[in-house]
């Protein structure tokens, strides 16, 4: 998308229509960050990460959607989309998510010294969806036909299973073992040089769990 988007200026009447997202976050691109394109609308692909980063903080629905948000808010640097994509085009953030708790454990506020792009699969790795999961380990769920607890990874947009244990340990060390391999294999590959660069230095797999 980002080769299809051109900055078109916006006119002074639209830019002046514009109020503040979700109460908060200005947007002062001078620029229209949706147009209409061969009948298709495209945003601007700063402005789409700016705008579900604030969704995220400041959205109830969003929240209620996906509880891990609750508490979390944006710089306020940051809530001037100008500022977010200064930093943004300075990233290697094609194909990425945006990160705000793998430099500091546990972080709730979004900027750029908490924030970075980590490649896809990689976050789905380390995003342990523990309300969303329930009381089970990160990678195992049961299977109540059997009783037998099983254990799966993701790889790229699917599930691959590992295996079916009898106890929740032997499921969850499994799990362990093959995302520890393939966080190896993520960091150590050149696909994604700034990530790569960052996590191999700064990250150790053993804290990620």
Same mark, same amino acid.
């Given at each position: ?5 051109? #900055?078109?200026?916006?006119?002074? /009447? *639209? ?6 997202? &979700?109460?908060?976050? *200005?947007?002062?691109? /001078?620029?229209?960050? =949706?147009?209409?394109?061969?009948? /298709?609308?495209? =945003? ?14 400041? @959205?109830?629905?969003?929240?209620? /959607? ?15 989309? %100008? ?23 546990? +972080?709730?506020?979004? @900027? ?7 490649? %896809?699969?990689? !976050?789905?790795?380390? +995003?342990?969806?523990?309300? #969303? &999961? ?13 009783? &037998?607890? #099983? ?15 009898? =106890? ?11 995302? %520890?391999?393939?966080?190896? +294999?993520?960091?150590?590959? +050149? ?12 990250? !150790?797999? #053993?804290?990620?769990?």
């Amino acid at each position: 998308m980002v080769n299809k988007f051109k #900055e078109v200026p916006a006119s002074k /009447k *639209s830019i002046g229509q514009r109020r503040l997202v &979700r109460g908060i976050g *200005s947007n002062d691109a /001078k620029y229209m960050v =949706t147009q209409d394109i061969n009948g /298709k609308q495209i =945003t601007c692909p700063y402005y789409k990460r700016w705008h579900n980063m604030i969704e995220r903080c400041y @959205s109830n629905a969003c929240q209620e /959607k996906y509880p891990t948000y609750k508490g979390c808010t944006v710089s306020y640097e940051w809530l001037t989309f %100008s500022n977010f994509k200064a930093w943004m085009v300075k990233q290697d953030w094609q194909g990425m998510h945006l990160d705000k708790d793998i430099k500091i454990k546990g +972080n709730k506020v979004y @900027s750029e010294e908490t924030c970075l792009f980590i490649p %896809s699969q990689l !976050n789905r790795l380390l +995003n342990n969806r523990r309300v #969303e &999961r329930g009381l089970l380990p990160q990678g195992v769920s049961m299977k109540k036909q059997t009783g &037998r607890f #099983e254990s799966h990874i993701c790889e790229g947009s699917k599930l691959r299973y590992l295996g079916y244990f009898k =106890t929740v340990k032997e499921a969850s060390l499994c799990y362990q073992k093959a995302r %520890s391999k393939k966080i190896h +294999n993520i960091i150590n590959s +050149n696909i994604y040089p700034m990530a790569s660069q960052y996590l191999a230095q700064h990250i !150790n797999v #053993e804290d990620l769990r």
